[in-house]
């Protein structure tokens, strides 16, 4: 249940969006979503947001009739539509229905997070919608890279996608973890990729048992 108090602080938030579903004058489902910051760079006049679609609810005696689909679609569009480049959605871990939910949707896991809910915690997977081509980011030094959304390898945590500093993929720059969305450049001599923020690894293609 959704306490008032935090529906009107949601609802007079402008990086906050709420959808409602409804069906014979009566709210059937709901979707939450957020708007901040991001690394990626887009175009339009939210060119650095990213979205996160944290609650797509519906009420059990109305699941199965496309109420889900169309509540996500809606919120999809609007997130698009308000300069999202990406978008990450959010369900719990036990949700098995959800997390299919995702997938059949074109949606990727990248990791695991921790959220709170009534004084527990609980473990949700994350999930973001897969873009295609080159996608350019900024470095904390302010440059523009470019991380290349169809060449990714597994990791321990979610894939290492590669990162140039071209967009037309000529001069190699290094990974995006998209476990903490963070660019991940150390690799060792014998090929192993390891993110400094969230500890995703790679393993090199071929192991020596002399390394083991």
């Known amino acids: 249940m959704v306490r008032r108090d935090r529906l009107a602080d949601s609802l007079d938030n402008d990086d906050r969006i709420l959808l409602v579903a409804e069906q014979d004058d009566q709210v059937v489902g709901f979707s939450e979503s957020t708007l901040s910051e991001s690394d990626i760079v887009g175009e339009g006049p939210h060119e650095n947001q990213r979205a996160t679609i944290l609650w797509i609810h519906v009420d059990p005696a109305y699941r199965g009739e496309g109420t889900g689909t169309a509540l996500f679609e809606s919120t999809r569009d609007r997130l698009h539509g308000r300069g999202a480049g990406l978008i990450e959605g ?100 014998m090929g192993r990729i390891e993110c400094d923020s969230c500890g995703n690894s790679r393993k090199p293609a071929r192991w020596d048992a002399a390394y083991m």
């Open 90 to 189: 959010r369900v719990l871990s036990d949700n098995a229905e959800g997390t299919g939910f995702y997938e059949s949707h074109g949606f990727e896991a990248v990791g695991r997070s921790e959220v709170e809910i009534d004084g527990r915690t609980h473990i949700e997977n994350r999930y973001v919608e897969e873009p295609s081509g080159m996608q350019p980011i900024k470095t904390e030094g302010g440059k523009t890279v470019y991380i290349d959304r169809d060449d990714a390898e597994r990791g321990s945590l979610a894939a290492f996608h590669v990162v140039y500093g071209t967009p037309d993929g000529e001069d190699r720059y290094g990974y995006y973890c998209a476990s903490c969305e963070k660019l991940a450049n150390a690799m060792d001599a």
